[in-house]
């Protein structure tokens, strides 16, 4: 059984930085595109960026030029660096990922991590 697993989250005050991870636990045959969304109180989960298994990345407006995602494919890692955090980036962050398990037919699904929460005080 496939998961992704988070860290990295916390409470940070306006203009500081946190990085967050994701990895999948279990036994992984491909992994395609990873990214992040968020989703904060009262709103719609929203893309924050994504990179495939090349490296490109696309972001949303709101964080470009602030935050920046990568991926170790030998560790089958996403990393998001959030910098110059503002209050608004409050939100539970939900890592995704397009996996096919190993031991696998098929073809690959997005799975999605827990979420880890991001506070931001002004």
């Known amino acids: 059984q496939v998961q992704l697993v988070e860290s990295g989250g916390g409470l940070v005050q306006a203009g500081g930085s946190l990085r967050l991870s994701c990895a999948p636990s279990?036994?992984?045959?491909?992994?395609?595109?990873m990214g992040w969304s968020r989703q904060a109180s009262g709103k719609q989960r929203e893309l924050v960026a994504t990179v495939t298994s090349s490296g490109s990345t696309n972001y949303a407006d709101s964080v470009k030029g602030r935050f920046t995602i990568s991926r170790d494919n030998a560790k089958n890692t996403v990393y998001l660096q959030m910098n110059s955090l503002k209050p608004e980036d409050t939100a539970v962050y939900y890592c995704?990922?397009?996996?096919?398990?190993?031991?696998?037919?098929?073809?690959?699904?997005?799975?999605w991590g827990q979420g880890t929460q991001v506070t931001v005080s002004s």
């Open positions: 995704n990922a397009v996996i096919l398990p190993a031991q696998t037919m098929g073809v690959p699904r997005k799975y």
């Open positions: 279990g036994g992984i045959s491909t992994i395609n595109a």
